[in-house]
């Protein structure tokens, strides 16, 4: 069965920490990885995506890894600001069909606090 | 979130009446999804479009009926809606081939059904 599991669910840090969140897939086949922040009340917004032959991936304080070979993906966040509080979701797209189907992971839950 | 607006933000319905969620998008791409989220969920694909008068179903797509008449929007309807959809409607746009990342989500339509 594809999934897409995230730990920790929820996480809790101060500002200007650092903070590494991770996924873990089974979907089959591969296609991409992506991450995508959503803030309260609004619609998730892409940070990064990676294919199978990429292995990390930067935008701004935000670096993504992808292991492929144990499906496993984490995002890294440094130097933390208030405004990072938000969901954080992974989501993994097969190759499987025309469009590409999306799975998402339930998101962490991130709280950085003053 | 540019180039694509839902609409209403919030609505508060009753049991067993019609409701019409609406897509608008202003990126002329050709693909359009509708998707739910809830607490313990990831987001939930519905149903989705890959032209005008060109729809298919998404994996809980039981009680709701999509329509698109034209490329810039997308419908979403709950013939009788029932308790149980009570959810967050989020509604995406993606073109091939155009953009590193792919979707891009609308804000969002909360859904209370009483």
Redesign the interface.
């Known amino acids: 069965k594809n999934q897409v599991e995230q730990s920790p669910q929820s996480l809790i840090i101060l500002e200007g920490k650092n903070c590494t969140l991770q996924c873990n897939y089974t979907v089959s086949p591969f296609s991409n990885l992506r991450w995508y922040k959503q803030d309260t009340g609004r619609g998730p917004v892409s940070l990064t995506i990676m294919t199978f032959s990429e292995n990390t991936k930067s935008n701004g304080r935000y670096t993504a890894t992808l292991d492929a070979d144990t499906k496993q993906s984490s995002l890294h966040i440094t130097a933390s600001q208030l405004s990072d509080s938000a969901s954080y979701i992974c989501v993994v797209s097969d190759r499987g069909s025309t469009l590409g189907r999306l799975y998402f992971g339930r998101g962490t839950q991130l709280t950085v606090w003053p | ?1 540019a180039g694509i607006t839902q609409s209403p933000r919030h609505k508060v319905t009753e049991t067993g009446t019609p409701v019409t969620l609406r897509c608008h998008q202003t990126e002329n791409h050709r ?1 359009m999804y509708w998707y739910r989220q809830d607490p ?6 519905i149903h ?1 479009s ?1 032209g005008v008068k060109d729809t298919d179903k998404g994996e809980v797509s039981d009680g709701y009926s999509v329509s698109r008449s034209k490329t810039e929007d997308f419908l979403l309807t709950l013939e009788s809606a029932t308790s149980s959809q009570t959810s967050v409607y ?1 509604c ?1 746009i993606s073109e091939p081939g155009t953009g ?9 339509t909360r859904l209370t059904v009483v």
């Open positions: 979130d693909y313990g969920h990831g987001l939930r694909l989705y890959y989020f995406a590193e990342y792919g979707y891009t989500f609308g804000s969002g």
